[in-house]
């Protein structure tokens, strides 16, 4: 977080950063939280079966991830599991369908920021598996897994490994 030294107010070098959620400057008085910001995952499962992709980007390219993504201002998260899923997978889900499972923490580093997030998880049952059109500056392929093949050391992000820890134990 040391990247910002710039007080957007009052433009002197002077922002401090608290190591944790805040930036402040002592000159002005100026403060810029870096709150926790919102993030969806959707497990898309077919049976005995779950749609993971490949991520094409850092952070974490070339491991497996749930489809998903951040919510954008001004949106559900139910709208931005939608939106994401279309975007990502040409996939046209109804929201009504999908089933809240839990939340977790998590930190997203990129470009030498963390964020924090809190990750939404959501189900999406299906009852005919499918081959999306992909979104390929994001995702490097995709693939049906059966639950009993997941190795938690493939997954990208902390709290998707934490959740399927959980999801396997419960299915």
Known sequence: MKLLKYCPSCGKESLQWDGEKKWSCPNCDFRLYNNVAGAVAVVIRCGNEIYLTRRNQDPKKG???????????????????????????????????????TSLPNIYHYKEIDYNT?????????????????????????????????????????????????????V
């Open 63 to 101: 491991k497996l991830d749930l489809a998903g993504g951040f919510v954008d201002p001004r949106e559900s998260a139910e709208e931005s599991c939608k939106r994401e899923l279309f975007e990502e997978l040409q996939l046209d889900i109804n929201i009504s369908n999908l089933k809240y499972l």
């Open 118 to 170: 809190i990750d939404l998880f959501y189900e999406y049952r299906i009852s005919e598996k499918f081959e999306a059109s992909l979104e390929l500056s994001e995702i490097s392929e995709t693939q049906w897994i059966p639950l009993s093949e997941i190795n938690l050391e493939d997954i990208a992000f902390d709290s998707q490994k934490r959740f399927f820890e959980q999801y396997l134990k419960s």
